[in-house]
Nanobody
Framework: QLQASGGGLVQAGDSLRLSCAASVRTYNNYVMGWFRQAPGKEREFVATMSRNGGSTDHDDSVKGRFTISRDNAKNTVYLQMNSLKPEDTAVYFC??????????????????WGQGTQVTVSS
């Protein structure tokens, strides 16, 4: 249902843009989010965008460096990542939720998940 792409190996300070194409009906009925999981750590929230794109929420650890966006005409959500740091190294997952905006940071609210794309930032 969700296909993420755009990961890779970069140096600290570089940029990457992740994309996630969704093959779901009524894509604009879904809150779209990005999560990540580093080796040995639990999955964590990164960013999310409301159904119409009018609202966003970014975790403090990425605020000012990462930007989520979506193109409802293309059923695609993006994560622009600038000023990458080694601690950003993780597998990044996109996800789709039909839940309320109040639950946007909770992984349990998301019903569709992409396969993950690896982002590795070297120092």
């Amino acid at each position: 249902q969700l296909q993420a792409s755009g990961g890779g190996l970069v140096q600290a300070g570089d940029s990457l843009r992740l994309s996630c194409a969704a093959s779901v009906r009524t894509y604009n009925n879904y809150v779209m989010g990005w999560f990540r999981q580093a080796p040995g750590k639990e999955r964590e929230f990164v960013a999310t965008m409301s159904r119409n794109g009018g609202s966003t929420d970014h975790d403090d650890s990425v605020k000012g460096r990462f930007t989520i966006s979506r193109d409802n005409a293309k059923n695609t959500v993006y994560l622009q990542m600038n000023s990458l740091k080694p601690e950003d190294t993780a597998v990044y997952f996109c996800a789709a939720s039909r839940g309320t905006w109040g639950m946007r940071r909770h992984g349990s609210s998301y019903i569709y998940w992409g396969q993950g794309t690896q982002v590795t930032v070297s120092s």
